[in-house]
């Protein structure tokens, strides 16, 4: 099956900063690389995904990137904001053949004002 | 609200008890999940529905789970004779075809 690592586990900016985080992959048929974020006690929501046919995706002051070869994925937060402090999952999924996702275990995103 | 819903968002049960837990999706999706997540972990997959087929199961999905989505509606997931390690959090998601998943608030469970 599936193996998605995530680092860092902790992850502390100033306002303002870059904030990067980083996921390895074990499957190569994994195609589809959704990144969700998670406040205290409130549901994962799906904020940037990035599938295989594609190397980066930007939204704003977020985005993703893809190295297939290598089989990793990092999020980029720039500008970052207090609001920003959150729990950061990535995950992996092998899109139409089944779509269950593989969760990494999550970055403690602080931004401190 | 338009979201995925979850009911009840707080169940505390005896050690042994049995509970359901009920998940509107959002109506469209065709495809229904359910996650288990302790703290400090990611979501892990338990299993999933396309429709009202029940399409893949996980090895943490027990004998004493079960989960029927009726009709290809709303989602129920059993556990029997609950246990202490059963505690945790229970996710919904749906979603449209191979898109991201909208999760929904969860069922949090505490075994006492």
């Known amino acids: 099956g599936e193996n998605v690592e995530q680092h860092p586990s902790t992850l502390s900016v100033q306002e303002g900063d870059s904030a990067v985080i980083k996921c390895t992959y074990s499957d190569s048929a994994s195609n589809y690389f959704p990144w969700y974020k998670q406040e205290l006690g409130k549901r994962p929501q799906l904020i940037i995904d990035i599938r295989s046919n594609v190397g980066e995706k930007k939204d704003q002051r977020i985005a993703v990137t893809l190295n297939k070869t290598a089989k990793h994925f990092s999020l980029h937060i720039t500008e970052t904001q207090p609001e920003d402090s959150a729990v950061y999952f990535c995950?992996?999924?092998?899109?139409?053949?089944?779509?269950?996702?593989?969760f990494g275990t999550g970055t403690s995103l602080t931004v401190i004002p | 609200d338009t979201g995925v819903s979850q009911d009840p968002r707080h169940k505390i049960t005896k050690r042994g008890q049995n509970v359901t837990f009920r998940c509107d999706p959002i109506s469209e999706h065709n495809r229904l999940y359910w996650y288990r997540q302790t703290l400090g972990q990611g979501p892990e997959f338990l299993t999933y529905f396309q429709n009202e087929a029940q399409l893949e199961k996980s090895r943490l999905l027990s004998d004493r789970f079960s989960a029927e989505r009726p009709k290809g509606s709303f989602s129920t997931l059993e556990i029997q004779r609950t246990e202490q390690g059963d505690s945790a959090m229970y996710l919904c998601?749906?979603?449209?075809?191979?898109?991201?998943?909208?999760f929904g608030s969860g069922t949090r469970l505490t075994v006492v």
């Open positions: 995950a992996a999924s092998k899109g139409h053949t089944g779509n269950q996702f593989y």
């Open positions: 998601a749906s979603s449209l075809e191979d898109n991201g998943y909208t």
